[in-house]
């Protein structure tokens, strides 16, 4: 996503980083792009990452390339020809052809990983979460809300940030997290209407973090725009 500057955005850029810096931790790696936009818009930079994590097989992973949308391509045909594209690459162990929207391949897909699961001992107890690894949560769910609610570039310039974490006596959570906008107008974007929208993503971020977490959470998301630094 890009800045009218023509850079992308600080919040993606950082989530790039996090991506590229873990992508070898896993012992699975799925490439998952738009082959509709591929076949009307072919985006060089999306060709070389696909060729770049394709390029040589890792010992330690499996790569599976998976082009997704396909239910929105007319002639089906033209599904082989990018099949053909890639075909090469050795770093690929599989390809697959879905529909997120419609479910088609999903199926095939979910019976491939499922195929891949190793049984052995979990690395820590798996019902206990660290209060690091449940703050991290907390703010991946409220961004999702946002994104479902928050559309175009709006999301991409907000910044958001975890305010403050407690545990309360009665074992329920009270966490506070805050949107900053860099204008008043994308403030009124994300509060909404009366609050309507906001409202909203807050709702639906703490029925799914309650879910979670297995207690009760009082979550309060706050909207303000960035203070303009002085010169």
């Known amino acids: 996503m890009l800045g009218h500057h023509g850079f992308p955005h600080r919040d993606v850029t950082v989530r790039v980083e996090s991506a590229w810096s873990s992508v070898n931790l896993y012992d699975l790696l799925i490439v998952m792009f738009d082959v509709n936009r ?8 999306v060709i070389k990452l696909i060729k770049r994590l394709g390029a040589e097989v890792n010992p330690n992973q499996k790569r599976i390339l998976c082009m997704n949308k396909v239910d929105l391509v007319d002639d089906k045909k033209d599904l082989l020809k990018v099949a053909k594209q890639f075909e090469d690459l050795p770093g690929f162990e599989r390809y697959f052809m879905v529909s997120g929207l419609k479910g088609k391949g999903v ?12 049984r052995k001992p979990w690395d820590e107890e798996p019902a206990t979460m660290t209060e690091e690894v449940m703050k991290t949560i907390s703010l991946e769910v ?3 809300k946002m994104l479902d609610h928050i559309h175009q570039e709006i999301p991409y310039v907000i910044e958001h940030r975890l305010m403050d974490w407690k ?3 009665d074992g329920s959570l009270r966490v506070e997290q805050h949107f900053i906008a860099p204008k008043q107008s994308q403030r009124q974007i994300l509060v909404g209407k009366n609050g309507s929208k906001i409202g909203r993503i807050g709702i639906e971020a ?6 979670i977490f297995k207690r009760d959470v ?14």
Not at 38 to 45: A, E, F, I, T
Not at 206 to 211: A, G, I, P, Q, Y
């Open 107 to 118: 199926k095939d897909l979910v019976q491939y990983l499922m195929d891949q699961a190793v």
């Open 38 to 45: 591929h076949l009307k818009m072919p985006d060089s930079r």
């Open 167 to 169: 545990e309360l006596k």
């Open 142 to 144: 409220v961004r999702e």
């Open 206 to 211: 703490n029925e799914e973090l309650r879910s």
């Open 218 to 231: 009082h979550l309060m998301l706050q909207v303000r725009v960035a203070k303009k630094r002085s010169s």
